[in-house]
């Protein structure tokens, strides 16, 4: 009778440590998801605030690239990401595209394109 007790005890011992190990592996994953949430998250505000940064400018001073490259580069001190700006017009309008990368894992993080209505000179 004492065997098949101890057998019964040993078989509940196993299979509460098999679901204990289970759900400690679910809650790893559920971790690692969300740290990878919040790094992803981290990274989108960052461009966010970038892309702000170079609209501001880009109001300020239209499409002169140069002065926006003045206020911008010496700035710009985040290690692994880069942005780039490229400017096009046509009659109406004039655009500035801007980009920001991550260069670790070289890929775009964020985009955006800039629209600034040209005002017509009054004769």
């Given at each position: 009778?004492n065997?098949?007790?101890?057998?019964?005890?040993?078989?509940?011992l196993?299979?509460?440590?098999?679901?204990?190990?289970?759900?400690?592996?679910?809650?790893?994953r559920?971790?690692v998801?969300?740290?990878?949430?919040?790094?992803?998250?981290?990274?989108?505000?960052?461009?966010?605030?970038?892309?702000?940064?170079a609209?501001?400018?880009?109001?300020?001073?239209?499409?002169?690239e140069?002065?926006?490259?003045?206020?911008?580069?010496?700035?710009f001190?985040?290690?692994?990401?880069?942005?780039?700006?490229?400017f096009?017009?046509?009659?109406?309008?004039?655009?500035?595209?801007?980009?920001?990368?991550?260069t670790?894992?070289?890929?775009?993080?964020?985009?955006?394109?800039?629209?600034q209505?040209?005002?017509?000179?009054?004769?």
């Amino acid at each position: 009778m004492n065997k098949s007790k101890s057998a019964l005890f040993l078989m509940e011992l196993i299979i509460v440590i098999f679901f204990f190990t289970l759900t400690s592996a679910v809650c790893l994953r559920v971790f690692v998801k969300a740290h990878d949430t919040a790094v992803e998250t981290g990274n989108l505000n960052l461009a966010v605030l970038w892309a702000e940064n170079a609209g501001e400018c880009f109001n300020e001073f239209g499409a002169d690239e140069t002065a926006i490259r003045q206020v911008l580069d010496p700035e710009f001190k985040n290690e692994g990401y880069a942005y780039d700006l490229k400017f096009s017009e046509d009659s109406e309008y004039s655009y500035m595209d801007f980009t920001f990368n991550d260069t670790v894992r070289n890929r775009t993080i964020y985009s955006f394109q800039f629209k600034q209505h040209k005002q017509r000179e009054a004769n």
